[in-house]
Every structure is written in C-alpha cells, then in structure tokens.
C-alpha cells in the first residue's frame, strides 16, 4: 500500500510542482473559467421522491499549462428513503508538448454510498492527443497509468445473499449475512485509465458533448459516460439536456453494476 500511496503523491507532487511557477505568474484567484450546473427533480402523489445534481468546472490556461478543478454531487430520496448519494472531487495539469499532444496528472476523489465505495483516491499521468478540431467538432484522447487507495463499505467479495426464505411479518427476505462483510475493507493497485472527450456545435445555441473515462484495476474497472446537449438561452445561462452513465464491475452482488441519471439542469458560465 505504501508504494501505491507513493505513486499517487508523485503524481500529485508533480503536478503542483510543475505548475506552481507558471502560477506564480498570475493571481491565484484570477484568470479561471468554466462553468457550474445545477439540476434538482421533485415528485409528489403516491410516490415521493427527489435528486438534486450539481457540477462545476473550471480552467486556467498560462503559457502551455492547463489547470482544471472540477467536482459533482448527486443524491436521490425515494419516500423519504435516500437511495443515492455520490460526490466527486479533482484536478488536473496538462502540459502541451505540440498543438496536439499533451501530456496530464490527473488526481481524483470520490465516494458513492449506494456503490460499495466508502472513499477512493486516484492519480493517473499519461499522455493525450487532439484527434480532431475543424472549428465545429472536438475529439481528444487519452491514455496513462497510475494507482488507486479504495475503501469500501462491505468487502465486494463476501456479501450477504438471499436465502429464498420471506419473514412472515415484514415480508422481506431473509438474508444469510456473512460476519466476513466488515466495514472499512481495503484494496490498492495500480490503474489503466483512457478518456475520450467530444464536442459538436450543431448550432450557435445548441451544443452536444459526449465525454468518458475509464479506470480499470484489478478489484474494479469504473467506466463514466457523460452525454449532454446545451441549449443557450443567453451570453451565461444555458439549458442542459443529458444523459449520464457509470459501471463499476466488481462491487459486490448486492449492488448494481450500472447507474444512469436522467438530467435537466441549468448552467452557468463562469
């Protein structure tokens, strides 16, 4: 575990080394750009339930170093019952090399309650490339290497499982919980990533984006597929119409490989 703590303080060491001259050459605060969304669903009557969704990116460019922060939380309730709860937090430093290729340090937290994930750190470094850009459509790739420190909630390998049997009273199933499920399991390694980022502008209001990633490692291979189409009502404020799915392999028997989230959100540039 050590070592792989390590690699991921590299990567993290790197990128604020490297960037920290080039930042040193503006105002911490001044020159980022982005933009931060907002989205929430309220459902009444027989059934109640809410989500609420947000995300924030932004940029700042100096010379041939690129900063990114970004992060996004969702959470759900069904009748006052959460059944969701994700939150996701990183930065990454690119460092142009030609007009197309680049190379990055990419460091990521999340946690996903309802996903077995209790905490997970990740940093990749690699190396991208801009495959196309004709003034209308984008589309970039990346590939790099890196490690992860994940704790999950129960171990993904000794979950509990149904016994075919129903309490007579509550009219739930009977699980046979295995003692073995003990909070706060461990798991290090290293990690694959590759990322693909797309951009059309079928109009001067209407924008569709399309971008995933993939962290594959040995307890689990999370894909991310993030698809979005923005209307812009004005020089700031658009509509965004997406559509967002993500996979987690390996977590364990009592919880569902893929999750996708229907989107309305309105978003703000900044």
Sequence with gaps: MKTKLTLISVVAG?????????????????????SASLGALFTSGNTESTNVNGSASVTKQIDEWRHTAFGSTYTAED???ESANRFDLGYKLD?????????????RF????????????????????????????????E???????????EDPGTVSVGTGEFDPVTGFEILNVNTD??????????????????????????????????EAADVNTLAVWDNSLNVS?????SLSLGLLTRTNTDLGDDFEATDTATRVNIVYGI
């Design 14 to 34: 790197c990128a604020l080394l490297a960037g920290g001259p080039a930042m040193a050459q503006g105002d911490l605060l001044e020159g980022w750009s982005g």
């Design 79 to 81: 009748n006052d019952v």
């Design 95 to 107: 460092r142009q090399f030609t007009d197309t290729l680049y190379g990055f340090g990419r460091l």
């Design 110 to 141: 999340d946690t996903d309650e309802f996903g077995n994930i209790d905490n997970r750190i990740t940093g990749v470094v690699g190396v991208g490339n801009q495959l196309l850009n004709d003034g209308k459509q984008t589309l970039s790739g």
């Design 143 to 153: 590939i790099g290497i890196g490690a992860h420190q994940t704790e999950f909630l």
């Design 181 to 214: 499920n003990v909070e706060g399991t461990e798991a290090d390694g290293a990690v694959l990533y590759a990322g693909l980022n797309y951009s059309n502008i079928l109009s001067d209001t209407l924008t569709f984006n399309s971008v995933l990633s993939i």
């Design 233 to 237: 009502l004005s020089e700031r404020i």
